[in-house]
């Protein structure tokens, strides 16, 4: 019989059939999709299309486990070596960053914040973050998963991304950002950037926070030396969302939450979640002084993913 098309679906335990409701239904020509939320994270769970009194074939699709990464909250550190790291201990560590580098010039962009935070508490800190000039070379603060390689010349090697294989669609938390005018411009000559260096300076600052979902089957090098960047465009890319900010948020925190777009679903082996004062610190570009704070991070996981046509 003729009728609107929707869905029924229930879990793989249950013969309890739940309509969706028509709301979250879309017809485009002759696709059919819904959007599921609030669906139990690791559950298999079993959809048909119908339409009137006709019904499709079962499908079952499995929801991803809601896994978080460790110190999301960015309340544990340690000193190790007169290096500070956003780790509880440096035995198992996740988070890394460019203060191994840095403290060469004396400096430590990434440090524990105790004062200003998202979400006060007992036992709570956040990750602040500064642009500062490291003698050598200016040094972006930066936090990420992976670990931070060797000083390279002016430059260094990192390593970013830990094993991973769920599916998060959305990195949610809180920053706080003051950015300065940029007034370091000193790219290497011979490098493509994704800025005119030539009138850069004196612009804003931005700060960026990102996430790639990956196939990598390895944490992904980068050597600034070598011109080694991190690539959007790399085939081992299985999903990306970012935040970029010139303005600031005035003093304050601001809560964000970033959409993760798919390219394709292949199993993830890695993610690499990364927050930087300073967007372009790779090509040694940004203002000496711009600000981040970053606090309480987390995945969400409610949805399904969505594919980037």
């Known amino acids: ?159 970013f991304g830990r094993p991973f294989e769920t599916r998060p669609l959305r990195l949610t938390g809180y920053y706080s950002y003051a950015p300065k005018a940029i007034d370091n411009v000193k790219p290497p000559q011979n490098v493509t950037l994704p800025f005119d260096r030539n009138t850069i300076g004196g612009r804003m600052d931005r700060c960026h926070i990102f996430v790639y979902v990956t196939a990598w089957d390895g944490p992904y090098r980068v050597n600034t030396t070598e011109h080694r960047y991190l690539d ?19 003093g304050q925190y601001r809560q964000f939450s970033i959409d993760i777009k798919y390219r394709d679903n292949r199993k993830p082996t890695y993610c690499a979640v990364v927050a930087v004062a300073s967007q372009y610190a790779d090509f040694f570009t940004g203002g000496i002084g711009s600000l981040m704070y970053v606090d309480e991070f987390a995945f969400d996981y409610d949805g399904i993913p969505v594919w980037e046509e």
Request: glycine letters at 16%.
């Open 1 to 159: 019989g003729a009728g609107e098309a929707g869905f029924r679906y229930r879990t793989s335990s249950s013969d309890q059939w739940n309509d969706v409701p028509p709301s979250a239904v879309k017809v485009e020509g002759t696709a059919v999709s819904a959007l599921l939320e609030g669906l139990q994270p690791g559950t298999e769970y079993v959809y048909r299309i119908c339409a009137g009194t006709e019904e499709g074939p079962e499908v079952t699709f499995t929801t991803e486990q809601a896994l978080q990464m460790p110190n999301m909250s960015f309340d544990a550190w340690n000193t190790t070596g007169g290096v500070v790291y956003p780790n509880a201990t440096q035995a198992d560590p996740w988070w890394d960053s460019g203060n191994t580098g840095a403290r060469l010039g004396g400096k430590t962009p990434t440090s524990q914040e105790t004062s200003f935070l998202a979400v006060s508490g007992e036992g709570k800190s956040a990750a602040r973050l500064e642009t500062v000039n490291a003698i050598i070379a200016m040094a972006g603060g930066n936090v990420f998963s992976g670990h931070f390689g060797s000083v390279q010349g002016l430059g260094a090697e990192v390593f």
């Open 232 to 250: 959007i465009n790399d085939p081992g890319v299985i999903g990306y969302g970012e935040l970029i900010d010139s303005v600031g948020t005035g």
